[in-house]
């Protein structure tokens, strides 16, 4: 069982349309993270939520837009979206170590299954 | 900008052998480094982390080196086995973002 879930596993939009991925996690994760991977490519990383605060952005065109509404839930909103935009997109989520803990832990990303975007 | 290089695309070696992969990484100094494996269709899963100050890590089959003056680590699966077909990715973490290396498709034939 994964402790991150994302839904849906699978969508199809238009470039027109608008649609949101989901993804929940009740590990206690603070720090979410949003990767987008192309075939036989590595994953890219797109955002980074550090106690529900965006603290990174790698870049990404505003039509992706993510969310954090609270600690257990993570979006990503998708508007306008183009073909090249089709990937699989992972959530994964990570403890932030306490100083003590880190020396201890691995502080590893925690994936979910992802999500499979096509844009027709 | 980081950069992470894997040494193949594909590895293909014999049931029973050790593969060995390699991950060289520029422009970063990372307190550790850390190994996934993926398969199709599916998100990484974490495997071992290692540190600067650990020269080797070994969990059940698994073994990895890291070597910061050449800024490279090795990952050896001894006596490999058809289930270890997969993705195997590296991962460095500066600060709370996580890169990840270009992979290595492994494939173990019977």
């Known amino acids: 069982d994964t402790e991150v879930t994302q839904t849906p596993k699978h969508l199809v939009m238009g470039m027109t349309n608008k649609k949101s991925l989901k993804c929940e996690q009740h590990?206690?994760?603070?720090?979410m993270y949003w990767y987008k991977q192309k075939a036989k490519k590595p994953p890219e990383l797109m955002f980074v939520y550090s106690y529900e605060k965006l603290s990174i952005n790698e870049s990404v065109p505003s039509r992706f837009s993510p969310e954090c509404p609270n600690s257990s839930l993570l979006n990503l909103h998708l508007h306008a979206l183009q073909p090249e935009d089709s990937a699989l997109y992972l959530c994964a989520g990570r403890l932030i170590l306490g100083a003590l803990k880190r020396i201890l832990g691995t502080g590893e990303l925690f994936f979910g299954e992802g999500s499979r975007l096509t844009v027709l | 900008s980081q950069k992470i290089e894997q040494n193949s695309e594909a590895l293909n070696i014999q049931e029973g052998k050790t593969a060995t992969l390699t991950c060289n990484y520029t422009?970063?100094?990372?307190?550790?480094l850390q190994w996934y494996r993926q398969d199709p269709g599916r998100g990484p899963v974490f495997l071992l982390l290692i540190r600067e100050n650990e020269k080797e890590k070994r969990k059940e089959r698994l073994k990895v080196t890291f070597d910061t003056t050449l800024k490279q680590s090795l990952f050896h699966i001894t006596a490999s086995q058809p289930a270890d077909s997969a993705t195997y990715l590296c991962?460095?973490?500066?600060?709370?973002?996580?890169?990840f290396g270009t992979g290595t498709s492994l494939t173990v034939i019977p």
């Open positions: 590990m206690g994760h603070r720090a």
């Open positions: 422009n970063y100094s990372p307190a550790y």
């Open positions: 991962a460095l973490a500066p600060g709370n973002q996580f890169y």
